[in-house]
């Protein structure tokens, strides 16, 4: 069973820097993209950034500038670095992981974290 578990969010003061993590675990043979959504209360669940296993990434227009991800393949774990945190960068933020297999040949699954809280204080 493959598990995405983030860590990292928390409470920030707006200007401040917060570093999420998130590990897949389980047994897995290879992953495709990993990345970042977030989800404010009352809104849709929203892309934040995404990077392939080769390192390419795409960024939302909001966080571009302030937000870097990035990825360690070798321990299937991705990293959001957030600086300049704003108040309207409140919200949950999941990490995903897309085209997951565990054996070479064996169909693919997309996987979500449990979500992990940020809160950016004015």
């Known amino acids: 069973q493959v598990q995405l578990v983030e860590s990292g969010g928390g409470l920030v003061q707006a200007g401040g820097s917060l570093r999420l993590s998130c590990a897949a675990s389980?047994?897995?043979?290879?992953?495709?993209?990993m990345g970042w959504y977030r989800q404010a209360p009352g809104k849709q669940r929203e892309l934040v950034t995404t990077?392939?296993?080769?390192?390419?990434?795409n960024y939302a227009d909001s966080v571009k500038g302030r937000f870097t991800i990035s990825r360690d393949n070798a321990k299937n774990t991705v990293y959001l670095q957030m600086n300049s945190l704003k108040p309207e960068d409140t919200a949950v933020y999941y990490c995903?992981?897309?085209?997951?297999?565990?054996?070479?040949?064996?169909?693919?699954?997309?996987?979500w974290g449990q979500g992990t809280q940020v809160t950016v204080s004015s």
């Open positions: 995903n992981a897309k085209d997951v297999r565990v054996r070479v040949y064996t169909p693919k699954y997309d996987y």
């Open positions: 389980g047994s897995i043979f290879s992953i495709g993209a």
């Open positions: 990077i392939t296993s080769g390192g390419s990434t």
